[in-house]
């Protein structure tokens, strides 16, 4: 086909012919072989990009969630025929988790009698950033770091990767957490901010963090402020609403 | 097609379709096994078996949100050849010869079979399509991206500083070049129309 010809396709399927160039381009398309074939494949291509590209942000979506359930299961399955062999290791474990549970339990109540701490609340969850794709150095290096605490190394690695990666949410996210964590909070907040306004899967853990850096920084009504603002069911919605009680 | 009664497994097409976390772990514990079974008595593992499964779900769910897939058959017969032709079409590439296809499991079920052909084709297709678009340079990757995402051409034209006649033009002509590769590819001949 020549340039002129994709010219008129485009042309056509946007509509724009007039009524004789409509006609005699759809005479060709039963005349010409050759044109009525390559004008399908166009059409088709056409349609395949507008969808793909405009729902690029959905099927992203999808894949994401089918990936986890699908891990999840094989994972289960694969789980179930080596239970046995692991079951003493898992029974200890358990003992060890249900020890830590009550550890956990005995310092709450305790700390409830007291006024409130930001230690009681920089617990971040554990980082795994392994899972993802790309420099899996780093990423190792970096989810110890963070996982031990030693936020101004984690700090200085997120850096390199967000230099790479700079729209990643998860890396925004840890970055602002180390920088809470450093003092850094003319880092931190505004990262946070950004996200609180956006709406990543991230959005409302950065609303709980800005609470949490407020109240680190002694502005408890800019720290009750955002507090009030973590939606119930989500991740640190208890922890924001205990902290709220002992605030308010 | 558009005769025939629509099966009321199409719950199936519609969870995928809305990302439904309840119906894709109802798919995976009902429909699941069956797949895995087949493809690690036919040379494969729980691995491989993880992944074809993944892929033949994305198929599903771009058929279903491109062309309005209608399920006319039960989803089990469906799911399981569409998985099942796209394992052998994985060991086909991997050892380069003939695979003989185990006939009892095969459902005789005709709409099955004609669903999941179109679909198979639909996913190949998508694959080519894909492919030769990332073979594109960069600077008609950019515009159509624009072009599609944006929609109003003046828009498009003006954030890549550029007059809206010539983005117009570069956008059929990107487009035909396009057609071009797919149309010289080996793999397009072998979808036959």
């Given at each position: ?34 044109f ?14 507008e ?7 959905e ?6 969630n089918?990936?986890?359930?699908s891990?999840?299961h ?12 692991k ?6 474990l ?9 550890l956990?339990?005995g ?6 009698m007291?006024?409130?701490a ?8 554990i ?15 970096t ?7 030693e ?20 890396y ?14 003319e ?44 939606p ?7 922890q924001a ?8 | ?7 009321e497994?199409?719950?199936?097409i519609?969870g ?5 976390s ?28 993880q ?5 033949t ?16 058959c ?20 991997k ?19 004609e ?42 034209a ?6 809206y006649a010539?983005?117009?033009k ?24």
């Amino acid at each position: 086909m020549k340039e002129e010809d994709y010219i008129l396709f485009e042309a056509y399927l946007a509509e724009e012919l007039s009524v004789e160039e409509k006609t005699a381009f759809e005479n060709r398309l039963e005349t010409d072989a050759a044109f009525n074939a390559s004008f399908n494949t166009y059409k088709e291509l056409s349609g395949y990009l507008e969808h793909t590209i405009k729902n690029e942000a959905e099927t992203n979506a999808f894949k994401s969630n089918l990936k986890s359930i699908s891990n999840q299961h094989f994972n289960k399955t694969k789980g179930a025929s080596e239970g046995n062999k692991k079951s003493t290791t898992f029974s200890l474990l358990k003992y060890a988790i249900a020890a830590c549970v009550v550890l956990l339990f005995g310092i709450v109540t305790f700390n409830k009698m007291n006024q409130p701490a930001y230690s009681d609340y920089n617990e971040h969850g554990i980082m795994d950033l392994t899972v993802r794709g790309g420099n899996i150095g780093l990423l190792i290096k970096t989810t110890k770091a963070f996982n031990n605490k030693e936020y101004e190394k984690a700090s200085g690695y997120l850096e390199t990767l967000l230099e790479e990666d700079p729209e990643n949410k998860e890396y925004q996210l840890y970055y602002a957490v180390t920088n809470i964590e450093l003092d850094k909070f003319e880092i931190s907040e505004p990262i946070l901010q950004d996200m609180a306004k956006g709406d990543s899967a991230y959005k409302n853990r950065a609303i709980w963090y800005l609470g949490l850096s407020n109240f680190k920084q002694d502005k408890e009504e800019e720290a009750i402020k955002w507090l009030k603002q973590v939606p119930e069911g989500a991740d640190y919605y208890r922890q924001a609403q205990e902290l709220l009680n002992k605030l308010e | 097609m558009s005769e025939k009664k629509i099966h009321e497994d199409q719950k199936y097409i519609e969870g995928l379709l809305q990302n439904n976390s309840f119906i894709i772990q109802a798919i995976y514990d009902t429909f699941v096994p069956k797949v895995v079974n087949y493809i690690k008595q036919n040379s494969g593992d729980a691995d491989q078996a993880q992944d074809v499964i993944q892929e033949t779900l994305i198929t599903i769910y771009n058929q279903a949100s491109q062309k309005k897939l209608q399920l006319t058959c039960p989803f089990d017969a469906y799911f399981f050849l569409l998985c099942k032709r796209k394992w052998l079409n994985e060991l086909k590439k991997k050892t380069n010869k003939e695979v003989t296809i185990n006939e009892e499991v095969l459902s005789k079920d005709d709409d099955s079979q004609e669903l999941a052909f179109e679909t198979s084709l639909f996913g190949e297709k998508q694959e080519l399509f894909n492919t030769m678009f990332q073979k594109l340079g960069n600077a008609c990757k950019d515009l159509l991206k624009a072009t599609f995402k944006i929609k109003s051409m003046e828009e498009v034209a003006k954030s890549l500083g550029v007059t809206y006649a010539y983005a117009r033009k570069k956008k059929s002509l990107c487009i035909g070049k396009l057609t071009k590769m797919v149309q010289e590819s080996p793999q397009f001949n072998q979808l036959n129309y």
